[in-house]
């Protein structure tokens, strides 16, 4: 029969018994079976699958037990004879990073996975993925797994196909295009219950970004077996060889060599390639093991007090020009209470370092890269924003609270149509008769052309940008002294208002008032976005 020749010479080759399986175009639930599941699936499979030539029924189609037994190979010979063995997997710990090096197996590594459907499943591996999860502590209550394998592992799944099809013309090819894709489907049903048995938490199947566990699977001979597509494909390897800096580490990519086996034909794979591939010495080992947590994001509202304080940390060529800055008084005790590997902030406009934000605060939000805790009751949330309070008076917190990663959008939505209030503290050099600052009250809906300020060139393109003053309303402190009070639209210069900007600013306040004025303090009295929504307490 089709089915037991191809599985004769899928044994001689050296395949273990789940590759078999799939080259045998199984693909339900039994391949997650034991051993005992797997022997009988593979002779039910290898039976169904015929010569168009041999009869369905009738006596002719029948096969004598002596014949059957004859012509089937036995499964307790060969690559997979030690099935249930399991190898020792040996661990050495360097940082944070795993490095896995397995031993040398006391049975054949398979041809296809190499190892993977084998030892990859043992209950060592199993541990060892297990505890990758564990140590990191994540508050999750379900996981996924995403499994990245050597390249030769494609090559060497094409390169028994197109034998295997050499030798039986006939064999049904339905399960070529999905194979190697099954592999790492089994791998993944196989230790993932497993997994979720250990630790306790629910294995998903289907797609889940909240928890995943990245396995990075290698192989010693990876960039060695994968140099034959160099001698199929020289056009395209010479190119890429070429491009030094875009391919620095290696030529050979995934994507590339897929590329390349589709772009060469069965016939020529089989004169560069005419024999099986040969058995590995040694399994494939899990050469990194990465958890990855969706981030989670913390928004709120800030105040600032200190006309010291950059909003983010201030550099210039590596050098801090201020001790700390409000995205640090927040983030850092933020931070220590999520176990975060990074953060990203970002605010609903920003402040300059000499510009207050008083009112109800400057909506913000950051977002914490890989956390560890995800979960924060409402208590759990006053109690942090409490101690960031306490910590400084530089900074006051307001609304802290956790939100979805669709709502961040409020943040930067609007900005146009985003109004902010500030007060202004003016001076007059050469003094002023307080009547002259009636006119400004009667000024509504004024628009400005501002080109881009002077002071912020040097990080800015050079542009002018229409914007809008609302309102004014203008007070007298002394002879020299008065505040303005402006409600204008997101995005407009106030000093550069207020100034002039060496006329780059058209109408100011000088030109507006006659005067000559300049501005000694600014502070920033409300934004109005309302969000993140105000908490009761």
Known sequence: MLGVRALRLLQEWG?????????????SDLLYGDMAVIDDTLKSAAAKIKDESEPENGVSAQVSESEQKEEEPSLQEGSEASGNQESKVRVSLEDTNYDHMAKKQRCSVCITCLGLLQWGCSSDAVKLLSDAISSRGNDGDAFALALSFPMCLSLRVHRVWTLLLQALPKFPEKGRIDHVGTIKEVWKNLVGPEIEVSIKRKFITKKYFDFILNVNATHSRDMVECEIMEKLCTAMFTVRRQQHRKYSNTVFTKQAIDTAI??????EFLKACPEPPCVPD???IFQSLQCQQTSIFMAGRYNKYSRELPQTPWLVEGERKMETSVQELICESLIGAVKADDVKFSSSGRE????RCLGTG????VEFINPCRTKFTRSEMKDLQAAINSNTKLVALRDLQVVDRKDVKVLKEGEEEKTKAYCALCLARDGYDPKVLDRLSGMTELTLCQKTPIRVLHRRCLATRRKIIHKMLASRVDDYFFKLHLTTQAGTYIKEFVHGDLGRTTPSLGSLLGLEVDIIALDVENVALDWPPRCDD
């Open 352 to 355: 300059d370092v000499d510009v």
């Open 282 to 284: 040694e399994a494939i």
């Open 15 to 27: 395949c273990c018994r789940r590759c078999m399986l799939i080259f045998l175009g199984e693909r």
């Open 262 to 267: 589709k772009k060469v034909s069965d016939e």
């Open 362 to 365: 400057r909506p913000f939000v």
